[in-house]
């Protein structure tokens, strides 16, 4: 079927609040490359939106699922537990970066983990204020939303938000935000709005991903814990999209020198399978009665399947190092593009998170425009790119891990070539 009749199908069946980038339909799929309904092949730059580190449809992920598969695929974890849940929470609980005893518990959606991070912490703290940033993306949930730091399309409509959540900006370069800047906001916070004994947690991403592939800078990283010691905060990290080997390390946090007491996961933990979690010091874990956690779905027997083995293969085939060699690669690529292209304004990334940043030569503001125009001209040569950013002036980039050389040296050109047309 031709893909423009399945979008009229599409707009008579589905609301316009479920927002669809691409006008194609996926039919198959295999690590980074991607099929549609017309039999077109892409290189898949999306990743699922930073879901697939380990490719589409890993042939360890595969048999891992189909394993399970033959032995049951729902009980409810709180109903009958299973040995594979408490497996893959002692891997996490070893593998994070937080040091002491520490406890794990998986739902479904990046969004879960962050609200159950914050009922953890209220449970912990007894209080209920949270502190979030400009530019942040927490989830789209009501609390999710009310965490989110950007106004457009995520909260447009929804409000009254959830009270006691609190903005302060987050460090921009290019909105010229300094690190001293954002720390005297909080500053002014706890004088002018909430008392820091009433704050319950802090949550920040280690690199910002809605908001522009923004990276944290170290020292704010470090003030901030200081300021979570100071006043008995808990320190969030929300790593929904920067875990899992993505930076260049299994977590962020590893990169910033500090540690959180509760880091939300999800995204590529599954390998394309819906799960998430909380990973969190013992006693913080702890916070919450019996039932207070939990879901009908949470920790599925096949996503943990799946997760297990999405493990293996970061450490078999070295996918931390992957990431940091694949980023390198692309950011030395894009920043030769700069005397051809000279809308670009920025090159930034953490192993192979990294973004492009594009603004109007003539004017030195985000131009979103460009970003969609080098989109749909992208995909037309068979590269799907995502867009991000407050302004939605920055492409960013979540191919897989495991994207051969040769594809990816393809996806290179395609992208250089759009870029300077």
Not at 51 to 76: C, D, I, S, W, Y
Not at 276 to 284: F, H, L
């Amino acid at each position: 079927m031709q893909n423009r009749d399945l979008n009229t199908r599409r707009s008579l069946a589905t609301p316009r609040g479920v927002g669809v980038m691409c006008d194609l339909y996926a039919v198959r799929a295999e690590n980074a490359t991607l099929w549609d309904s017309t039999g077109k092949e892409y290189i898949d730059f999306a990743g699922g939106i930073a879901v697939l580190n380990t490719g589409h449809r890993h042939p360890k992920v595969k048999a891992a699922v189909a394993e399970q598969l033959e032995a049951f695929t729902h009980t409810a974890y709180q109903i009958v537990p299973y040995e594979s849940y408490v497996a893959l929470a002692e891997r996490i609980n070893a593998l994070a970066p937080i040091d002491g005893l520490k406890k794990t518990a998986f739902f479904t959606t990046g969004v879960e983990a962050v609200e159950n991070a914050v009922k953890i912490a209220r449970a912990y703290t007894g209080r209920s204020g949270v502190v979030a940033f400009t530019g942040s993306f927490h989830g789209r949930t009501m609390l999710g939303m009310a965490l989110t730091g950007k106004v457009a399309p995520y909260k447009l409509a929804f409000g009254p938000m959830p009270g006691d959540i609190y903005h302060v900006p987050f460090p921009n370069g290019t909105q010229d935000i300094s690190v001293a800047d954002s720390l005297k906001a909080l500053d002014l916070l706890f004088k002018s709005d909430i008392d820091p004994q009433r704050v319950a947690a802090i949550i920040i991403e280690p690199v910002q991903g809605e908001g522009g592939f923004n990276i944290t800078p170290p020292e704010l990283m470090t003030a901030l814990r200081k300021v979570c010691d100071e006043h008995g905060i808990m320190l969030i990290a929300d790593e929904v999209q920067t875990g899992f080997a993505r930076t260049g390390k299994l977590f962020a946090m590893q990169h910033h020198g500090v540690q959180a007491d509760l880091i939300t996961m999800a995204k590529s933990l599954g390998g394309g399978f819906p799960i998430s979690g909380v990973v969190g010091r013992a006693e913080v874990m702890d916070g919450p009665a019996p039932g207070g956690l939990g879901g009908t779905y949470a920790g599925n027997p096949l996503a943990v399947a799946a997760a297990h083995a999405v493990l293996d293969v970061i450490e078999e085939e070295q996918l931390c190092a992957r990431a940091e060699q694949l980023g390198r690669r692309l950011q030395d690529h894009l920043n030769k593009l700069r005397p051809r292209c000279p809308a670009i304004a920025d090159v930034r990334g953490l192993g192979s998170m990294v973004a492009l940043e594009l603004n109007d030569p003539a004017t030195g503001k985000p131009d979103a425009a460009a970003v969609k125009r080098v989109q749909d001209e992208a995909i037309q040569r068979g590269l799907i790119l995502l867009s991000c950013g407050v302004y939605g002036n920055v492409l960013r980039f979540l191919y897989p891990l495991t994207i051969p050389d040769a594809q990816f040296a393809q996806a290179l050109d395609i992208l250089a070539d759009v870029l300077t047309a």
